[in-house]
């Protein structure tokens, strides 16, 4: 069986956005399920999340940490410094997995 074509956005989004585009891209590969996904197909630069053990380097790929997943849990609340909205997050998905939506998207190699 055949991965589905994933696209990624051609340049990587600052602040909520970035937010946003990160919670769609730990739906879209698992990642919030605790699957494994090279993360660097998406993103350059998440060093931080690794530094603070919330993204883990594992065979295959990367993995979030259980403090990682609670990490990125958390912007779902309204509280969060770093909120998001869950429509948002799912307008994401769909660029993510049809390359459609706002924003120049390239496929996933």
Do not use: C
Not at 8 to 33: F, N, Q
Not at 35 to 43: A, G, T
Not at 46 to 53: E, G, M, S, V, Y
């Amino acid at each position: 069986m055949t991965a589905p074509q994933l696209y990624k956005l051609s340049k990587t989004p600052r602040g909520r956005e970035l937010w946003t585009y990160m919670a769609a891209i730990l739906k879209v590969t698992g990642m919030d399920k605790g699957q494994v996904f090279p993360l660097n197909k998406f993103l350059g630069n998440f060093k931080t999340h690794l530094d603070n053990d919330r993204i883990s380097r594992v065979e295959g790929g990367y993995q979030l940490s259980s403090k990682g997943k609670d990490y990125f849990q958390d912007r779902y609340s309204p509280n969060s410094l770093q909120h998001i909205e869950t429509s948002e997050v799912e307008i994401m998905i769909k660029g993510l997995t049809t390359g459609v939506g706002s924003g120049d998207w390239e496929p996933l190699l």
